[in-house]
């Protein structure tokens, strides 16, 4: 058996991370992409492959869930082990795999508070200033859909998605300026600003001082009022 067909059978990372962040629609189709290479296979092996496929298939989306989310879904998956006796003929195959995707997706959709994906989006943002932050990048971090990000982001937070991007970029430096001797093209760049100069442009628009007069101004000054 070729190294393709293997990996087809026990590898579904490209169907758990599109389920998460496309859909159900897209998954199935990738499904029915990656199954297809069973076609090549001896009639007799078959029944075998397709018992695998669809047990592992089972196994990866509740362990990749239970990963990207903290989600456990363990009765879900306990539920879905009779699909794996339907190899029958391609047909059953197939639609056993469909059902398979589809209780997963049923279940994230309808998991828990939107504010657990928000906060985890939130996360990802604080520790990672120094890089770019697009709000696809971050989507695609944390397991969700652009759209489901975009759509909550701002009703959980009060902030569009730039904004708080920026005002977190802010924090960092004003923090970074007060408690350390770092230079200041040193702190933008750890605050992921592209140059010292748009760094300080923007600062100032945001504090209404520049980085040097700030660090002047509150050295030795523990607490400042946060940015909103």
């Known amino acids: 058996m070729n190294k393709y067909v293997l990996?087809?059978?026990?590898?579904?990372?490209?169907?758990?991370?599109t389920l998460l962040?496309?859909?159900?629609?897209?998954?199935?189709?990738?499904?029915?992409?990656r199954a297809s290479?069973?076609?090549e296979q001896p009639e007799d092996e078959l029944p075998v492959l397709r018992c695998i496929y669809l047990t592992s298939?089972?196994?990866s989306?509740?362990?990749?869930?239970?990963?990207?989310?903290?989600?456990?879904?363990?009765?879900c998956c306990y539920e879905n082990t009779a699909y794996s006796h339907h190899y029958r003929d391609e047909t059953f195959f197939l639609e056993a795999g469909e059902k398979i995707i589809l209780s997963y997706s049923h279940l994230i959709c309808a998991a828990g508070p939107q504010t657990s994906y928000i906060e985890k989006a939130c996360d990802y943002i604080k520790n990672n200033l120094d890089q770019e932050l697009t709000l696809e990048i971050v989507a695609q971090n944390i397991y969700i859909s652009n759209s489901y990000l975009s759509q909550h982001f701002k009703n959980i937070t009060g902030?569009?998605?730039?904004?708080?991007?920026?005002?977190?970029r802010i924090i960092l430096a004003r923090n970074l300026l007060l408690t350390t001797e770092l230079k200041i093209d040193e702190i933008a760049q750890k605050c992921g600003f592209l140059s010292s100069t748009y760094f300080s442009t923007v600062f100032k628009k945001r504090t209404q001082f520049t980085p040097s007069?700030?660090?002047?101004?509150?050295?030795?000054?523990?607490?400042y009022q946060s940015i909103k």
């Open 37 to 39: 290479c069973l076609h």
């Open 213 to 223: 007069h700030f660090r002047k101004c509150f050295a030795g000054i523990s607490q």
């Open 7 to 17: 990996d087809s059978l026990y590898n579904h990372k490209m169907i758990c991370e």
């Open 159 to 168: 902030q569009k998605f730039s904004e708080y991007v920026s005002n977190q």
């Open 57 to 59: 298939l089972n196994k």
């Open 21 to 33: 962040k496309s859909g159900y629609t897209a998954a199935v189709t990738l499904f029915h992409q």
């Open 61 to 75: 989306l509740y362990n990749f869930i239970l990963f990207a989310w903290d989600l456990s879904l363990a009765e």
